[in-house]
């Protein structure tokens, strides 16, 4: 089954005004996930901006329309494919392990 892979986006941090502009985001803190079936793996990060008097700006609207503008910053920014490799990586790993962990079964876990 192929993965599938999806934005979170936990919280933006904004300044109520800059620039002569009103909530202009700083600041975004996301989590990139990867799902195949029931295997799951996710890269969390938070990435700044600076918006520069002359550049487009797009207000924040608590809109799928408005996310997907801030998804596609993250996109723009961050090494998207090698994000991918990474959490495909981990979910191979997860269906087929290399490692295990042992213990002595007569021990009381602390």
């Known amino acids: 089954m192929a993965i599938n892979f999806k934005w979170v986006i936990s919280q933006m941090d904004a300044y109520v005004e800059s620039e002569g502009e009103s909530n202009v985001i700083h600041t975004v803190q996301w989590t990139y996930v990867g799902v195949d079936n029931t295997y799951m793996s ?20 608590n809109t799928q329309a408005f996310e997907d503008v801030v998804t596609g910053w993250l996109t723009q920014s961050l090494d998207v494919p090698e994000m991918e490799a990474t959490i495909s990586t981990d979910i191979q790993l997860q269906k087929n392990p ?3 962990e042992l213990y002595f079964t007569w021990q009381d876990s602390i």
Do not use: L, R
């Open 98 to 100: 290399v490692n295990e």
């Open 42 to 61: 996710a890269i969390n990060g938070e990435e700044n901006f600076t918006y520069t008097p002359g550049d487009s700006f797009i207000p924040y609207e």
